[in-house]
């Protein structure tokens, strides 16, 4: 199994689903330039926006707030089995989380009251992470 480096962001994301057509609203821009991670996703069924959880109107239907963890990158794009062994350890225990991947590195999103326990699942399986809540380490 090869260990992996993660790094914990600080800010809380949300994930908010709007209809098909609707246009990427202004309240999603709110903390994008100091945000670990912001997306906006268009499919034939949604808009999806993932942005700070302190954006989201409480009208939206959402998920959150979610802790956000990137793999130390940038990834090579030949590498398989990245996620699966990153993921695997948390779904024996039960840990939900939200998957999101970009050009560089992969990110793995779970719920603020999971993340501690995620972060103790990962060290026990071999992988090092960084917290950069309060400058930790």
């Given at each position: 199994m090869t260990a992996w480096e993660l790094r914990r962001?600080?800010?809380?994301?949300?994930?908010?689903?709007?209809?098909?057509?609707?246009?990427?609203?202004?309240?999603?821009?709110?903390?994008?330039?100091?945000?670990?991670?912001?997306?906006?996703?268009?499919?034939?069924?949604?808009?999806?926006?993932?942005?700070?959880?302190?954006?989201?109107?409480?009208?939206?239907?959402?998920?959150?707030?979610?802790?956000?963890?990137?793999?130390?990158?940038?990834?090579?794009?030949?590498?398989?089995g990245v996620l699966a062994g990153l993921l695997e350890p948390l779904a024996a225990d039960g840990v939900s989380i939200l998957a999101h991947s970009t050009y560089d590195t992969d990110w793995i999103l779970v719920p603020s009251p999971q993340a501690d326990r995620a972060v103790r699942i990962w060290s026990e399986a071999g992988h090092t992470i960084t917290d950069t809540i309060e400058g930790e380490a």
């Open positions: 962001h600080d800010n809380e994301l949300g994930l908010a689903q709007l209809p098909p057509e609707a246009s990427v609203p202004t309240w999603s821009y709110g903390h994008r330039d100091d945000s670990p991670l912001w997306s906006v996703t268009r499919t034939p069924d949604e808009l999806s926006i993932l942005c700070d959880w302190a954006d989201v109107p409480g009208t939206v239907h959402s998920v959150g707030p979610l802790t956000v963890f990137s793999v130390e990158g940038p990834l090579d794009h030949a590498l398989t």
